[in-house]
């Protein structure tokens, strides 16, 4: 999924949608009645895009990194947290998790529980014994 649409506290809708080309997200806002407000851009933090998400005080969006060379050093997602006003509060990244291709093969689903956040995706994993790189799911 790379578009995603939510509904916001006055009655009006924020779109928010991957874009390559723009090498990033492109948010529009939508009144009520869907008639276009105001659109922005927001820088990607990593390569490949996951998922978003929108609780009740913050936005949430999930990148990730191919890793081909099978280095555990690096960073292969990141979950990075915004404001209502799409200012970059923190992120946190993961690093040796076994990934080749972040996101491959599948979708990312992301919940929220208590003060848990949970995100279920996919990957595809180090070359194993038989040669081959395995797709699998994750959750984070």
Same mark, same amino acid.
């Given at each position: 999924?790379?578009?995603?649409? $939510?509904?916001?506290?006055?009655?009006?809708?924020?779109?928010?949608?991957?874009?390559? =080309? &723009?090498?990033g997200l492109l948010v529009e806002y939508y009144d009520k009645d869907y008639n276009l407000t105001g659109t922005k851009i927001i820088g990607k933090e990593l390569p490949v895009f996951g998922g978003f998400y929108a609780t009740k005080d913050n936005y949430y969006v999930v990148t990730g990194e191919n890793n081909t060379d099978?280095?555990? $050093?690096?960073?292969?997602?990141?979950?990075?947290?915004?404001?209502?006003?799409?200012? =970059? &509060?923190?992120?946190?990244?993961?690093?040796?998790?076994?990934?080749t291709?972040?996101?491959?093969?599948?979708?990312?689903?992301?919940?929220?529980?208590?003060?848990?956040m949970i995100i279920h995706t996919c990957h595809e994993m180090y070359k194993s014994d038989d040669g081959y790189n395995h797709q699998a799911n994750v959750t984070i």
């Open positions: 999924m790379k578009s995603y649409l $939510t509904a916001l506290d006055d009655g009006s809708f924020m779109r928010v949608q991957y874009g390559s =080309k &723009i090498n099978e280095d555990n $050093t690096k960073e292969v997602y990141r979950i990075t947290k915004y404001d209502k006003h799409w200012n =970059k &509060i923190t992120s946190t990244g993961l690093t040796n998790c076994n990934t291709k972040s996101f491959n093969a599948g979708s990312c689903r992301i919940d929220v529980s208590g003060n848990y």
